[in-house]
């Protein structure tokens, strides 16, 4: 039952990290809570499999953190890289573009 609260409160973040961060706009709606989801779901397991209690306040702690780490640098490095690549393709076929009509 906790993984599936974990897993929510993954969700949950990677909403807040995509509706508050900027370069929404340059991916899917969906991908960074699906991501927050996943990051939760596994780094639960992954502490419960070192011997973490579920009980414990400190694998909800460790789990929530480093959930909210990994989908604000996910969603900053996507939404860069995106922002960047759309950039260079814009110059590239602006450029290409100018070249074929210049010549007609």
């Known amino acids: 039952m906790e993984l599936l609260f974990i ?12 509706y508050t961060l900027p370069y929404r ?16 779901a596994a780094g639960w397991v992954g502490l419960t499999w070192l011997g ?3 009980d414990g306040g400190w694998i909800w702690w460790f ?9 604000v640098a996910v969603d900053l490095l996507i939404g860069s890289l995106r922002t960047r690549g759309d950039e260079k ?13 210049g010549a007609a």
């Open 63 to 71: 789990t929530i953190i480093g959930t909210a780490v990994i989908s």
């Open 25 to 40: 706009h340059s991916h899917g709606s969906v991908l960074i809570p699906a991501l927050g989801a996943v990051v939760a």
């Open 89 to 101: 393709r814009l110059h590239t076929l602006t450029r290409t573009g100018l070249a074929a009509g």
């Open 7 to 18: 897993t929510l409160a993954g969700a949950i973040i990677g909403l807040i990290a995509r």
């Open 52 to 54: 973490m209690k579920w």
